[in-house]
């Protein structure tokens, strides 16, 4: 049995992973499109779900934006629930 459950490893040493930034913050845009479908395509994976912020490296301000902006246009049709 490991003595070390539970314990964090350090990080080995190096270079620390780059943060992510928001790209609606550094193309400044105030307010999502729910009619630009290829923007918002970029934001869901390949089974079709919404990616979360972790992944995307949006602002939680834009990322509330964009769930909202997908779902939208997931009801009006311009968007898939799923991928076949």
Do not use: T, W
């Amino acid at each position: 049995m490991s003595e070390d459950r539970g314990e964090r490893r350090p990080r080995p040493r190096g270079r620390k992973p780059r943060r992510k930034v928001c790209s609606f913050c550094v193309d400044k845009i105030e307010y999502i499109d729910y009619k630009d479908v290829n923007r918002l395509r970029r934001f869901i994976n390949e089974r079709g779900k919404i990616m979360p912020r972790r992944m995307s490296g949006n602002c939680a301000k834009h990322q509330r934006q964009l769930s909202e902006c997908i779902k939208r246009a997931r009801a009006i049709a311009l968007m898939p629930f799923s991928v076949e």
